[in-house]
């Protein structure tokens, strides 16, 4: 009969270990998930937009000094802006759409690679190698005197 009552004893014990342990990942699931999510409404992914919801660059601010030639490129908030000739400005999304990792541009290919797993773009966001099989989000870009607007 004790064999029995401490068996039915280390079930009950075993019982409640696991439900604690249960109960303490659910309760700490979303904190953990929000944690590592991403806050838009955060003022550095403001992206200076006007009230058209487009993004605005100023080529005289020192962090988009490299702008100032052309196979130059920057990141504003989740895009990438390159210069490809004396006038045109290109942009597109900075994530590859493989493992969204963020992509750079090589100036004497003329191509958009992300070191990540190996895919390439070409500047209009069309994907040449995978194994990303979706192209990068492109906008449309226009220069006013030392400002880009991005749409």
């Known amino acids: 009969?004790?064999?029995?009552?401490?068996?039915i004893n280390m079930e009950r014990r075993k019982f409640f270990r696991n439900f604690a342990i249960g109960g303490s990942l659910l309760l700490t699931a979303p904190v953990l998930f929000n944690s590592c999510s991403d806050n838009s409404s955060d003022d550095d992914n403001n992206n200076n937009n006007n009230n058209n919801g487009d993004i605005t660059v100023d080529l005289n601010d020192s962090a988009y000094s490299n702008l100032k030639t052309v196979g130059g490129y920057a990141y504003?908030?989740?895009?990438?802006?390159?210069r490809s000739s004396d006038t045109v400005y290109l942009a597109l999304s900075k994530l590859c759409t493989h493992s969204q990792c963020t992509v750079t541009y090589n100036s004497s290919s003329k191509d958009i690679p992300c070191a990540c797993h190996g895919s390439k773009f070409t500047t209009t966001g069309a994907v040449v190698n995978g194994p990303a099989t979706s192209p990068l989000k492109s906008y449309n870009v226009k220069l006013n005197g030392n400002i880009l607007t991005i749409s």
């Open 1 to 7: 009969m004790d064999l029995i009552l401490n068996n």
């Open 76 to 82: 504003k908030g989740d895009i990438i802006v390159i």
